[in-house]
C-alpha cells in the first residue's frame, strides 16, 4: 500500500491530496482532513449567532470537509481551498434554509427547484420579461404540471411574516394593533372591591375610615370626636385595616 510508502507527516497538502487522489487511501483521506478542518472552524464561526449553536455548524461543516475530499480531482488544476469553501458555506446555507421550512422538501424537489430558480432567471433575461410556467417548462424540457408542483412546494416550505407581507414601514408594527389591559378596568375593578370590603365594616369602623383617610384628619381629631382616647382611635384603626386587607386579599 501507498501508507507504506508515504509517511503523510513528511509531504505538503499539495502531495498529499495528490496521493490520495491516486490511491483513495482511507489513511490518507483521514490525514487530508486533520490538515483542512481549519476551513470548517472558520467558516462555521462565520454563521456564529443565527440561532444555531457554532458545534452543529462545526459539524455541518466538517462533514462537508470529508464529501469535498473524496469528491475532489487534483487533475483538475483547481486549490483544494478554493474548491472546497463553497461546498461548506453551501451546506450550512442548507441547513439554514431547511431550518425555516414549515414543510419539508425531498432532496429530489430541492435539487429541481434549484434547477428551476436557474432556468427561470436565464429565461427571464433572454425574454426580458417574467416567465409563464409554460415556458420554464418547455426550457426544462418538463411538464407544466411539475414545474406547478415545484412551485407550489417551494412557496409552501417557507413562512412569512404577517408584517413582511402586508410591506409595513419602519415605524410601524403590527404590534401596534395588539389589544392592551386598559388601566382603568383594574381601577375600576379595585374600587368596586374596595367599597364592597368597606361596607362590610361597622358603622364606627367606617366612621374612622372616613375621617382618617377621606377627610386626612389625624387620630387625635377622630378621638375628639368620638370621645376616647387616642389609644382606643388607634386600636380600633388597627382592626379596621386589618379587617379591610383580609377581606381584599381573600377577594371576599
Request: net charge neutral; proline share 2%; hydrophobic share 35%.
Amino acid at each position: 500500500m501507498v501508507v507504506d510508502k508515504v509517511n503523510p507527516n513528511d509531504i505538503s497538502n499539495e502531495e498529499l491530496l495528490n496521493e490520495y487522489c491516486k490511491t483513495r487511501d482511507i489513511t490518507l483521506r483521514n490525514k487530508v482532513l486533520e490538515r483542512f478542518l481549519y476551513l470548517a472552524e472558520i467558516i462555521a464561526k462565520k454563521y456564529v449567532g443565527r440561532g444555531v449553536e457554532y458545534d452543529d455548524l462545526y459539524q455541518i461543516a466538517s462533514l462537508s470537509l470529508v464529501g469535498a475530499i473524496e469528491r475532489y480531482d487534483a487533475s483538475k488544476g483547481v486549490k483544494f481551498q478554493s474548491y472546497a469553501t463553497p461546498t461548506l458555506i453551501g451546506e450550512i446555507k442548507n441547513y439554514f434554509r431547511d431550518k425555516t421550512r414549515t414543510i419539508k422538501i425531498t432532496r429530489k424537489d430541492s435539487e429541481e427547484i434549484k434547477k428551476m430558480d436557474v432556468c427561470r432567471s436565464e429565461l427571464e433575461s433572454k425574454m426580458g420579461k417574467y416567465p409563464k410556467p409554460a415556458d420554464i417548462a418547455e426550457y426544462m424540457n418538463v411538464s407544466v404540471e411539475r414545474v406547478l408542483e415545484l412551485l407550489e412546494a417551494k412557496s409552501a416550505g417557507y413562512t412569512t411574516s404577517l408584517e413582511g407581507a402586508l410591506n409595513t414601514s419602519d415605524d410601524f408594527s403590527l404590534n401596534m394593533l395588539v389589544g392592551k389591559m386598559d388601566e382603568e378596568f383594574v381601577r375600576i375593578e379595585n374600587r368596586e372591591l374596595l367599597q364592597y370590603c368597606f361596607n362590610q365594616l361597622n358603622y364606627l369602623e367606617k366612621q374612622l375610615i372616613k375621617m382618617r383617610f377621606m377627610n386626612q384628619k389625624s387620630q387625635s381629631y377622630a378621638a375628639e370626636k368620638f370621645g376616647v382616647s387616642q389609644m382606643q382611635v388607634s386600636r380600633l384603626e388597627r382592626k379596621a385595616l386589618g379587617k379591610l386587607k383580609e377581606l381584599m386579599e381573600n377577594d371576599v
